[in-house]
């Protein structure tokens, strides 16, 4: 299992949050997600077949511009 956390921007609303949320949380491989509106923050919990680089992608399509990220061990 990893653990990663994502850092965004236009997360506006809780709206926006569960949409985001919900969008992630079916992803396959993905165990948890976490997001923290007021620090624009995303953490995430996911296993193969999921990875960092799949998950910023999804992020970005939705609308929110990845900022930065860490990809931290399993």
């Not at 299992?1 to 926006?16: A, C, G, K, L, P």
């Not at 995430?44 to 399509?61: S, V």
């Amino acid at each position: 299992m990893y653990q990663s956390y994502v850092q965004v921007s236009n997360i506006h609303t809780e709206n926006d949050k569960e949409a985001l949320e919900k969008r992630l949380s079916s992803m396959i491989g993905v165990l948890d997600v976490q997001i923290d509106i007021n620090q624009q923050c995303i953490n995430l919990e996911y296993e193969t077949p999921a990875n960092l680089n799949t998950l910023e992608k999804e992020i970005y399509d939705a609308g929110f511009p990845v900022i930065n990220s860490f990809k931290g061990g399993h």
